[in-house]
């Protein structure tokens, strides 16, 4: 059992970080779509992986902290098998939140 969880974290994270790089590379096609050359799509690859991501970079940041907390001070993470459905609400809220703001914006244009 001792490498299980971690397993399924690493697969957890390939998966998610799949499903986004699906979408930024479905973006990038639709944009070719419309009409950006070549050399704007390629300028445009190149400056997609170097975007920082503050929700990812605060994600990273407590479960780090909430893992050397377990790790150096016994904290006891029991509480994560009851309250981790709160981490999929709360990306449903997000996207509910840009979506509607997304439609305001168009719809102001």
Known sequence: MGLVPFLGLFL???????????????SLYNDAVLGLGPEDLRRELVLTGQKGSIG????????????????????????????????????????LYRGIQDRRKRESE
């Open 56 to 95: 990812g970079g605060v994600v990273l940041l407590a479960l780090g902290i909430l893992f050397l907390l377990h790790t150096l001070f016994d904290v006891p993470l029991d509480w994560i098998r009851n309250w981790w459905p709160v981490v999929p609400i709360g990306f449903g809220l997000y996207l």
């Open 12 to 26: 957890a994270f390939f998966w998610l970080y799949n499903v986004i790089d699906a979408v930024r590379v479905a």
